[in-house]
């Protein structure tokens, strides 16, 4: 299937927006998204961005059953490692059900990975629930580590009221 991947841009938000719901089922937390494209505009479209993202789009004669030409997404952003330096975060990797197979997520996945290589990034990172074994078994496939297996690492949040709470011992000034 013919399809290209391109920079996000701020016209896409609704879009994004409507996959990452889309995500959210699959994941079954879609109760868990709070945020709207306007907040997607705002935090991926300023000055300093808090994200970046790619969208995979295909030719008007393969979209979707409900006239999607834009099929797949992938949202990410940088971080800092201590030890190694620059790092990469993919946030979602999302491809429409109807889409999968095509080569569309591997695509997205290869593009995050050449944009993270040119700012000069030495890894890629992502969290991917228990329960995804076929997300899982593409990543692991792709030569990624389960570092909860390898290592022991475990992912920690802080939010909510927890968030609030550790907010407000922080020393005054």
């Not at 391109?6 to 016209?11: C, D, I, L, P, V």
């Not at 935090?43 to 006239?67: H, I, M, R, T």
């Not at 620059?86 to 999302?94: A, P």
């Amino acid at each position: 299937m013919n399809f290209k991947i391109r920079a996000a841009t701020k016209e896409d938000c609704k879009e994004i927006s409507r996959m990452i719901l889309e995500l959210a089922v699959f994941e079954k937390m879609p109760d868990q998204v709070k945020i709207s494209h306007e907040e997607l505009e705002r935090d991926g479209f300023c000055q300093n961005p808090f994200f970046e993202c790619l969208v995979a789009e295909v030719p008007e004669e393969n979209k979707s059953k409900e006239g999607f030409t834009v099929v797949g997404y992938a949202l990410y952003f940088y971080t800092y490692s201590t030890w190694k330096g620059r790092s990469v975060y993919l946030e979602d990797l999302y491809v429409m059900p109807e889409f999968r197979g095509n080569g569309i997520g591997k695509g997205l996945l290869s593009k995050v990975a050449e944009v993270g290589k040119k700012k000069q990034c030495v890894r890629l990172q992502l969290s991917v629930l228990d329960w995804n074994t076929p997300a899982r078994d593409f990543y692991a496939a792709k030569g990624a580590l389960d570092l909860t297996d390898s290592e022991g690492w475990h992912f920690i949040r802080f939010d909510n009221q927890n968030l609030d709470n550790l907010a407000n011992e922080a020393p005054k000034d």
